[in-house]
């Protein structure tokens, strides 16, 4: 059975609302084609900064800039009508203070049209994501492993174990009643997601989490099996589209070579079809 997308967009208020009911959906996108496919079958389409990754080739997300977000939105902006449609703020663009990310975040949404914007840190960006929501940006916060910090954290690991827990409980409270929307828990262990989805009043949306979070988000490109330079544990493949590309390519040069590609079929005749000489 195919899901029935939605004929309205939900807004970050409803996606508040949305707190301990109907899990909510979320994959990310950075084109237009791919946008158009999810669009009303999830909840929340991000155009995350995994784009330099997954599309550019880049070893992490910090090389990420404001153009290339701009780009990407612009892109899956023209493929959403239903879909509440969230834009990541790269690395740089709002940690030197809320000034500075106002400024950005308002440029995001000017050029792109999305309806939010996701930043990660806890308790030290409270006070930003306050400034921003005051003046009108809804803000989605990110907790646990946030990869732009990749370097300062020691790597892509596990947050939250034994005690660090009550810190990442202190840094989910603390977006929270800054006035974030939603927040992401990325790559903690499953029973605090859980007593972070109990504890906070808006919903938790996992990735590497647990199935108790209010949500679930995954990079689409690792969930078609696309993108396959490696798999985080957290991630299940739905189909494995990157293979089946490899070996359309292949059986496509093969043609090539030997001339059967094109074929009859696929040239045109000096004279039009119907029409005699």
Same mark, same amino acid.
Request: aromatic share 6%; proline share 6%.
């Given at each position: ?160 174990? /034994?005690?660090?827990? +009550? #810190?990442? =409980? $202190? ?6 009643? %800054?006035?974030? &929307? ?59 589209? /990157?293979?089946?590309? +490899? #070996?359309? =390519? $292949? ?6 070579? %030997?001339?059967? &590609? ?16």
């Amino acid at each position: 059975m195919s899901a029935t997308p939605r004929q309205t967009a939900p807004t970050p208020a409803a996606i508040r609302a949305a707190k301990g009911g109907t899990p909510l959906v979320a994959l990310t996108a950075y084109t237009t084609p791919t946008a158009r496919m999810m669009d009303g079958v999830v909840d929340i389409v991000l155009v995350g900064d995994s784009v330099g990754m997954v599309l550019h080739g880049l070893p992490s997300t910090l090389g990420v800039t404001m153009e290339m977000m701009i780009l990407h939105g612009q892109a899956v902006r023209r493929g959403l009508g239903a879909s509440l449609m969230v834009v990541d703020m790269p690395f740089g663009s709002y940690e030197a203070g809320p000034e500075t990310a106002f400024a950005n975040a308002a440029r995001l949404m000017s050029e792109t049209g999305c309806e939010a914007v996701k930043l990660e840190g806890g308790r030290h960006m409270a006070d930003t994501i306050r400034f921003l929501v005051a003046r009108g940006v809804p803000v989605m916060a990110h907790v646990g492993l946030t990869p732009q910090s990749v370097h300062a954290l020691g790597g892509y690991k596990v947050q939250g174990r /034994g005690a660090a827990g +009550e #810190a990442l =409980i $202190a840094d989910a409270q603390a977006v929270a009643e %800054a006035g974030a &929307f939603a927040v992401v828990l990325e790559k903690v262990p499953a029973a605090l997601a859980d007593r972070v989805t109990s504890e906070v009043p808006i919903p938790t949306i996992g990735i590497g989490a647990s199935a108790g979070c209010d949500g679930q988000v995954l990079v689409v490109d690792d969930m078609l099996g696309l993108f396959t330079e490696f798999r985080p544990k957290f991630v299940k493949r739905f189909a494995t589209l /990157g293979e089946r590309a +490899e #070996a359309a =390519i $292949a059986a496509y040069a093969g043609e090539v070579r %030997a001339r059967t &590609f094109p074929a009859e079929e696929h040239t045109f005749a000096d004279t039009p079809p119907g029409e005699t000489t």
